[in-house]
């Protein structure tokens, strides 16, 4: 056997052991906190979400509008799918973030009201 061979195994044998002391003992851990952010999580998600929603549609529509733009500008698709995708995420992700703090204010009213 080669020495690439014996390093492979000898690395297996030393690092098993230490994933699983770890893994075993981290996974009880991940459970609880788990059940304890899921709350969380959720709340965080639906805050996010028109951000999100906007730096996709931005991507795909970056991706369209620089490819063609590009192709019959230069002839190379590349760049301008590079700069397509920069370019529509920004923008999506400035439009998400609009949407997403006017309904924000929008729910904060609505307790103020109530």
Known sequence: MTAKI?????????????????????????????EKNK?????????HRYLILGQSWGMGVGVAAGSVISY????RVSTGICLGIGLGMLVGMMIGAMIDRKKNMEQKADEVNL
């Open 6 to 34: 014996w390093l492979f195994v000898v690395l297996i044998a030393v690092l098993a052991p230490v994933y699983l002391l770890f893994g075993v003992a981290t996974s009880k851990n991940v459970k609880k906190m788990s």
């Open 72 to 75: 019959f500008s230069t002839g």
């Open 39 to 47: 709350e969380e999580y959720e709340k965080n998600r639906a805050k």
